[in-house]
């Protein structure tokens, strides 16, 4: 099957501690996403990457980190910075960045930071 | 600079009944427009999507949508609501900058369905 997977379902984590997101995809997608999603507040991008080795802010950036060190791979890792970790993050990916093309989301990951 | 607004944030149905969500955006270029559908605690699943061919566009499980440009909307509906509608759904607006491919998520229309 292909698809989009994302590990684990639900993740905790004290306050300070860096955690790293999974987020792996095999329909051969060049571009991959990263949004976080907050009640009543649609989705918000926090990092994309177009092809491997490259890799773009979205508007929420701050506190998160990301790698693309392969094509199916984009983890993501929330550090200590991020005033306000707690939430579902949410990792996509789509063909091409061009225009028209939908993006294909995995089941998601709820982070909690106590 | 490109927005999207959906006018509901909670819908309430009768199974059997039409639905309607509303959406409106705002784009500096000819948009692409989507409506996904979030089940609790799930990601996002496409249902339909408008990129400039016919205006009335059919998605999965009866669902479609008319863009209408004078309007500036792009409307989800379905003739009969069914209890597994019941959902949270994004509009959802792409248009292609400067910096590539840029998706804009409304906050979400949540659907009730009741018997």
């Known amino acids: 099957d292909g698809g989009i997977t994302q590990s684990p379902k639900y993740l905790f984590r004290k306050e300070g501690q860096n955690v790293t997101l999974s987020c792996e995809q095999n329909?051969?997608?060049?571009?991959m996403y990263w949004y976080r999603q907050d009640p009543g507040q649609g989705l918000r991008l926090i990092y994309y990457s177009q092809i491997v080795n490259d890799f773009q802010k979205g508007d929420i950036a701050e506190g998160y980190s990301v790698s693309r060190e392969k094509k199916e791979s984009f983890p993501l890792t929330v550090t200590s910075a991020q005033k306000n970790p707690t939430a579902f993050y949410l990792c996509?990916?789509?063909?091409?960045?061009?225009?028209?093309?939908?993006?294909?989301f995995g089941p998601g990951t709820r982070l909690t930071v106590t | 600079a490109q927005s999207v607004t959906q006018l509901d944030s909670h819908v309430s149905v009768s199974e059997g009944t039409p639905v309607l969500l509303r959406c409106n955006y705002s784009s500096s270029y000819s948009p692409s427009l989507f409506w996904y559908v979030q089940h609790p605690n799930k990601g996002l699943q496409l249902l339909l999507k408008?990129?400039?061919?016919?205006?009335l566009v059919k998605g999965i499980n009866g669902f479609e949508a008319e863009f209408k440009k004078s309007e500036t909307s792009f409307h989800l509906t379905k003739p009969s609501a069914h209890m597994s509608d019941a959902a949270e759904y994004f509009c959802?607006?792409?248009?292609?900058?400067?910096?590539?491919?840029?998706?804009?998520f409304g906050t979400g229309t949540q659907l009730k369905v009741e018997l």
């Open positions: 329909l051969n997608h060049d571009a």
């Open positions: 959802v607006v792409s248009a292609l900058t400067g910096g590539g491919n840029k998706l804009t």
């Open positions: 996509a990916s789509s063909t091409i960045t061009g225009f028209g093309y939908e993006q294909y």
């Open positions: 408008y990129t400039s061919a016919a205006t």
